[in-house]
Nanobody, 115 residues
């Protein structure tokens, strides 16, 4: 199973982007899919997560601006980002969390917020 992010790019402050995270096949023992981000010199931090029950969790810094959602039929999770700020600039990674199996990371997609 492979995990691939897409949708990153350059956007002006206040703009929007939608990130997608697709898996190459069905995933057994899935319990959550999450978005993390890592800016240069910083640790990789949780941005948002959605579990198999649809319960979502957000970092305080993105609440009200970002929305995580999923399409179970497509094995895809999305991150709709609006009101983007320069501080949101980072590489965004998708994590597929499984029970009793190694978690899966994507390769990341760059998001740059700049005028």
């Amino acid at each position: 199973v492979q995990v691939a992010e897409s949708g990153g790019g350059l956007v002006q402050p206040g703009g929007s982007l939608r990130l997608s995270c697709a898996t190459s096949g069905s995933i057994s023992n899935l319990y959550a899919m999450s978005w993390y981000r890592q800016a240069p010199g910083n640790e990789r931090d949780l941005v948002a997560s959605i579990n198999i029950e649809g319960i979502t969790v957000y970092a305080d810094s993105v609440k009200g601006r970002f929305t995580i959602s999923r399409d179970n039929e497509k094995n895809t999770v999305y991150l709709q980002m609006s009101g983007l700020e320069p501080e949101d600039t980072a590489i965004y990674y998708c994590l597929v969390a499984r029970t009793g199996a190694p978690h899966l990371w994507g390769q990341g997609t760059q998001v740059t917020v700049s005028s």
